[in-house]
Structures are given as C-alpha cells and as structure tokens.
C-alpha cells in the first residue's frame, strides 16, 4: 500500500457499518444517598463506534427499584451539557453536582432534591469545577480552577500554543461553596489533585504540586488544608519511583491512608497501601502484597477498605483500622470490573451498602446497589445486550515471572485456525480488565473474526509492586519478551494461526508497537495510535516530562543513552511490517510529532505504512466519526495484509 498522510477532516467522515447492536448504555458515575434510599447517575449511549456518551442524563433511581426520575438540565439534551462530580448532602435530601456549559471549559452547580424537583443553580464559575464532596457539617466543597485554558487532565485536548509561555498557570484548588462564591481553601500556588475531608469538618487532606497541573501529579506530595493561606506538608515519597493517589482520612482524624507506587498516569492507580500521621510519620500496611490497590474508602465501621487487581481479579479487602500492618481481608473476588466514584469507596451507613457500575467481557455495564459482594442489579438497560464470545484467562511464565493476560475468540471460533491481534494496554502503568466488548475496537475486531488477546506484561498492574516496577529503565525489553511468550501460551490453548499475526496499541500500547516491529517479523501488520518513536526527541516536546524520570532514572540532558536505549527509531531498518499510525492533532501526553517522525522514516525505508492526524482530538480520540473512521481504517488495514478469517469478507 501507498504511503499517505492525511488530515482527516471531522465533518467529512463517514461512519463505516458496524455490528447492528442496540445501543449500549452507559454509566459515567453512579452514587448513592448517605441513607441508602436514592441513587443517582450521569448516563447515555455510546456511539455505534464506541466511547463515552455525547449526550449525558443525570438521573435518580429509588435504591429498591421502581421508576427512575430524569433531572431536566437547563442546557437541555446537547453534547457537552454535561453533569458530573455527584455529591449527597449527608441528610440524603439534595443531590449536588457540577454542569458544563457547552462550548465552554465554565461550570456551574446546581442542587436538586432527591426526587427530581427543585432543581436551582447555586454557583455560576468562569472555570472548571470537579470533585464535589459534603463534609460532616453539610459544607459543599469541591475542586475549582479558575479561567481554565483547557479541560483539566493530560489525556484531554491541549491549549493552543501562542503567545506568552511564562504567563500564570491557572491552579486547581480546593474550595468551599460559601453565599454563592467560592471560599478558597488551598494556596493559590498550589494545583490540588485529590482531597478528602478531615472527619469533624475542620479542614482537608489531599495531594498537590506547584505548576503545571498536567505535568506534576508525579511530583505531588501529601498536605493538609485548612484555609487559603494554611497548607502543611504531610508526607512525600522517598524517592522518584513512588507516586502518591487516593487520599483517605481515617476515622481517628489522625491519620491519613494513601496508595504509593510507580504510577505512569494521573487516574490509573495502583499500588501498595501507606498510612501517615498529620506529623508525617508513615506505616506500610501492605508492604510487598502479590496484588495492586486501586481504590480506598471507609466502610461504616470505620475500617479502611481496598479495591485491588490481584492477577485476572477484581477484590475488595478490608484493611482494619488502616493503622498498622496488615493481611488484607478478601471481602469479595471476581473477574468482572466493579467502577466507582473518583474519590473511591463509600458506604451508605448504617446499610453498609454503595453504588458500584459492574460488567465484564461478555455482560454490558449495569447499576448495582448492596453490599460488598452482596450486590443486587438496580438497572436494566442493556438487557438482552450480549457478545457470543469466549472470554479466557490466560497465565503463562516469562523470565520466571508469572504473567496474565486475557484471550478473547469469536463466535466462529473452531478447529480452523484463527488470524489474531494483540493488543497492548496504555500506560504502562495499567491492566486489561474484563470490561464488556460491545463496542470500539476490541469489538469490532472480533466481528471481523479475529482472536484478540490481552497481555498484561512486566510494568502492569496485578502482581505487586515489584512487578509493576520491573520496567523500569528496561522499556519494550522485558515487556515484549512477556508478551511474545504470551502469545506461544495463547498457541497452545486456542487455534491461533501463527502465520496471521497483527498488534495494536494506543499511549504506551503505540510505543510497544512501533518497538515490537523495529524488533520481530512475527507480526505481519501493525497499528499504532499516539505512539513515542524517539523517546529522545518526546522528552522536549510532550506536556508531562515529570513521569519519564522514576522510569528512566534521570532526563534526557542528563543519561540520553538510557532513552536511545528503548527508542523505536534508531531500530528502524529492521522494520519490514506495514504499519498504520494515527494520533490526535492536540495531544499532550504523546505529541502528533512523534507519529509523523515515526511514518517519515517508514516512508524514508518504504515501508508500507498510512498515518492519519484527527483535528482538535487529544491523547483520547472523542469524536465519534473520528472513532469510526479510526475502526474502518484498522479493520482494512489487517484485511489487507493479514487476510480476513475464513468465512468474513474482505
């Protein structure tokens, strides 16, 4: 095929056919009332391509069943009229949350009763606003950045870059809804990631840095807050390789749990559990645990509970008082996603009971309400959404390391053998989780009748922290040794047809494959989405330099041969797979420069390769033509140079 770039114009796309599924309804957050009678959602359909809902509902649901109640929003049935950060009174009598103004990064929030009415606007903000949290007195905070040039988060489309480079940054900060106006809580110099409140409503604990707030979360340390001029520094990690998430005061109002570890990404958390005194004095409460925590929360009796990925399982633990070291308490285990709010883990007391958002490869995202374990499904509005087929947890040994991975096979799958795409996780601080195939990707490759298999390699999260750090300094070493021995294992369980091959990849996935192709021929094609070709050149031109250091050691300026080392560009006359690329015009996390740098040397080398740059797209692709076009585009290209799977058209 003939090498091409192109700029993809949104407006003109068309929508490739796809599965003529119902439409899937999704759930971006769910929370229920402190007296477990009413749950609220933010909702809506997913695209025939995937992704998340344009258009977003909020509604409210009697925690027992019966008829939902749909908030109508002033903005009405628009994209980007979007309500999200949900936050109960602690009575369970208002519901408050924050609604994006279309076209705009400004915000307001707005309270609503707990059936539907009195829906009334209790601050307008020139600004972004998240994190809407009731302390014990029923003061409304929240996380407020005013004059926001862009939506808060690395993954999301980045400024123009013009004019004065050195002006003020706009800082996240923590404040309390006061008369109308917001009270600031935090310094001004301070960009505040996670909070929570100190259990007698005295003040916060939470994790912030100075500067750039794309750029920083790596560096952030621990603080307390108690006014805007009042900020004490609790805690920081010993050294570059720990990164600090999920805040959580514990009953006692002394102590303050966190999750610590190598973290490539703000959001995607993983790690071992540490407790600090407000003197900074810490205690390791699950020091060398074989599993990663994902999540925290206090349970009703005041216990510090824990979500964890403990190999191909979701687990919820319970950790004690959270004050000493500690076997985590395996509560409940499965191999399904159980999604909750940002800021974690809460029961509605004295139920004992939350709202969790739970499905797996094959079973489409629903409510559920209950206990830990004890569950009961509260929607339905993916019944009779299903995927025929055969999900599998696949454990193999690579270097001595025990690995996981998932292998998923169409519904045609049989003695013939199958054509197969590999695809590799984001971050790689990250996991493949059971999450429902109905849409995106994943799914549309198994329609077309390929197996898609999931590895989790050395640098994921699942096995401990060791095994997540096992990457470090050793970039698409290790890890695609990992995966390659995942996919003989894969060869000899399911009928994959070695000779039909393909990979894919998005983030750190596009680097592993620009890597994977610069160093075997197993695969016969490759797609790339905002992949790193030159870590060298990527350290000057990405906004969030901060992560590279616990992974590298050092900057670039300081050891450059350790990022030559893993760099796919200085291996690329190996490279003899077609490969297409594409990535979003404003991406910060991985520049639109290291996609082009990457398809010129293919060009350079002719090497059959296609590149696509989606305008006004961030590090996650949106746009739901966009999203389709990205599917087609990838579909035709494994047809083309791996051949369909017996029995579907080219």
């Given at each position: 095929m003939k090498s091409t770039l192109a700029l993809i114009i949104a407006a003109g796309l068309a929508a490739p056919a796809l599965a003529a599924d119902p439409a899937l309804h999704l759930f971006a957050e769910a929370a229920l009332s402190p007296d477990g009678r009413v749950v609220a959602s933010v909702e809506g359909e997913s695209s025939p391509a995937g992704g998340d809902p344009t258009v977003r509902s909020l509604m409210l649901r009697p925690a027992d069943g019966g008829a939902a109640t749909e908030v109508a929003l002033p903005c009405g049935k628009q994209p980007q009229c979007w309500?999200?950060?949900?936050?109960?009174?602690?009575?369970?009598?208002?519901?408050?949350f924050a609604l994006r103004k279309p076209g705009s990064h400004a915000r307001s929030v707005f309270s609503v009763n707990a059936d539907g009415s009195g829906l009334k606007e209790m601050l307008a903000f020139e600004g972004t606003i998240s994190w809407l949290r009731y302390g014990p007195k029923g003061e409304l905070a929240m996380l407020a950045t005013a004059n926001a040039s862009k939506e808060l988060g690395a993954v999301e489309a980045g400024a123009t870059v013009t004019g004065d480079l050195a002006a003020e940054i706009p800082e996240q900060r923590i404040a309390i809804l006061d008369k109308g106006k917001p009270r600031w809580m935090s310094p001004a110099n301070l960009f505040v990631y996670e909070y929570d409140w100190l259990p007698d409503g005295s003040g916060f604990v939470g994790t912030a840095a100075p500067g750039d707030g794309d750029n920083n979360w790596w560096v952030a340390k621990l603080y307390s807050f108690k006014g805007a001029d009042k900020a004490k520094l609790i805690y920081q990690p010993a050294d570059a390789k720990h990164q600090?998430?999920?805040?959580?005061?514990?009953?006692?109002?002394?102590?303050?749990?966190?999750?610590?570890?190598?973290?490539?990404d703000f959001g995607s958390t993983g790690g071992d559990v540490v407790t600090v005194d407000l003197d900074?004095?810490?205690?390791?409460?699950?020091?060398?645990?074989?599993?990663?925590?994902?999540?925290?929360?206090?349970?009703?009796d005041g216990h510090l509970i824990a979500r964890m990925l403990k190999s191909e399982k979701t687990q919820f633990a319970d950790l004690?008082?959270?004050?000493?070291?500690?076997?985590?308490?395996?509560?409940?285990?499965?191999?399904?996603?159980?999604?909750?709010?940002?800021?974690?883990?809460?029961?509605?007391?004295?139920?004992?009971?939350?709202?969790?958002?739970?499905?797996?490869?094959?079973?489409?995202?629903?409510?559920?309400v209950g206990e830990i374990g004890k569950w009961r499904p509260l929607t339905h509005d993916n019944q009779g959404i299903s995927v025929k087929i055969t999900a599998k947890n696949v454990t193999?040994?690579?270097?001595?390391?025990?690995?996981?991975?998932?292998?998923?096979?169409?519904?045609?799958?049989?003695?013939?053998?199958l054509p197969m795409v590999t695809i590799v996780h984001g971050g790689p601080a990250a996991a493949a989780m059971p999450r429902f195939v109905g849409r995106g990707i994943a799914r549309a490759i198994l329609d077309r009748g390929y197996a898609v298999f999931m590895?989790?390699?050395?640098?994921?999260?699942?096995?401990?922290?060791?095994?997540?750090?096992?990457?470090i300094k050793d970039f698409g070493y290790g890890d695609?040794?990992?995966?390659?021995?995942?996919?003989?294992?894969?060869?000899?369980?399911?009928?994959i047809d070695d000779a039909k091959l393909g990979i894919f990849g998005h983030s750190y996935g596009g680097f592993m494959t620009m890597w994977a192709v610069t160093q075997t021929n197993?695969?016969?094609?490759?797609?790339?989405?905002?992949?790193?070709?030159?870590?060298?050149?990527y350290y000057g031109q990405n906004g969030i330099d901060q992560w590279m250091i616990p992974y590298f050691g050092a900057s670039v300026y300081e050891d450059p041969a350790a990022y030559a080392k893993s760099s796919p560009i200085n291996f690329i006359k190996n490279v003899k797979t077609p490969v297409f690329t594409y990535v979003g015009e404003k991406d910060v996390e991985c520049p639109a420069a290291q996609t082009l740098e990457f398809d010129h040397a293919l060009k350079a080398f002719k090497v059959p390769s296609s590149m696509v740059i989606y305008p006004g797209e961030g590090h996650a692709i949106r746009d739901p033509a966009n999203l389709a076009d990205r599917i087609k585009r990838t579909l035709d290209w494994y047809d083309h140079y791996m051949g369909p799977a017996a029995g579907y058209a080219h």
């Open positions: 309500p999200a950060a949900l936050a109960w009174s602690p009575d369970g009598k208002v519901l408050s600090i998430a999920s805040p959580t005061a514990l009953a006692d109002g002394k102590h303050v749990a966190f999750i610590t570890g190598i973290m490539s900074g004095k810490a205690t390791a409460i699950t020091p060398d645990m074989p599993a990663s925590a994902t999540a925290l929360g206090l349970g009703c004690g008082n959270g004050l000493a070291k500690t076997e985590p308490s395996v509560l409940w285990s499965g191999e399904q996603d159980v999604d909750l709010p940002d800021y974690g883990y809460r029961e509605s007391c004295p139920a004992k009971a939350s709202a969790v958002i739970v499905e797996d490869f094959t079973k489409a995202p629903e409510i559920a193999w040994e690579s270097e001595g390391r025990q690995v996981q991975g998932w292998l998923l096979l169409p519904p045609s799958a049989g003695a013939a053998k590895p989790n390699p050395r640098g994921s999260y699942g096995q401990g922290e060791a095994f997540t750090a096992a990457n695609l040794k990992d995966i390659l021995a995942g996919i003989d294992a894969v060869e000899k369980v399911a009928p197993r695969f016969k094609a490759a797609v790339a989405g905002a992949g790193i070709a030159n870590w060298q050149s």
